[in-house]
């Protein structure tokens, strides 16, 4: 499935920003799955807002270990969610919306922008595992 998400291309990072103006990585996240009929709204939200990193990478793993979705291997497709880890610890979430791109933003970007999972990895997010809704 790929997703039209052109609209979000370039929007600016806001930290716990939710849209339609700004996003952080969860914003991203959540704005993907309601255009894919999911709305899903999750403790995770809180972890971002605090800016606890402890916190969120515990939320994150007891989250989608315990929620309705299923850890899937590549082929992704739009509506997955990538969960990323650096320094042991999760700490990012990028919405898939095609087999081959996701949608990536952080404080440092320029801007909500495509990429692939393999140059998230070559800039430091080395774990990452892909999660699909089961609902």
Not at 9 to 26: E, T
Not at 49 to 62: F, R, Y
Not at 104 to 123: C, D, F, Q, Y
Request: a negative charge; proline letters at 6%.
């Amino acid at each position: 499935m790929n997703l039209d998400v052109t609209d979000l291309i370039g929007k600016p990072f806001r930290h716990c920003g939710r849209g339609p103006d700004a996003y952080d990585c969860f914003g991203l996240v959540l704005e993907v799955l309601h255009r894919v009929d999911i709305d899903w709204d999750w403790p995770l939200a809180r972890a971002f807002e605090q800016n606890d990193i402890e916190t969120l990478s515990g939320i994150i793993m007891a989250a989608v270990a315990s929620g309705p979705w299923e850890l899937v291997e590549p082929p992704l497709t739009g509506g997955d969610v990538l969960v990323m880890a650096t320094d042991g610890r999760w700490s990012h979430v990028a919405p898939m919306v095609t087999d081959k791109h996701c949608l990536h933003i952080t404080k440092t970007s320029t801007g909500a922008h495509l990429t692939s999972p393999e140059m998230l990895t070559r800039i430091g997010y080395r774990h990452q595992e892909a999660y699909r809704w089961r609902g």
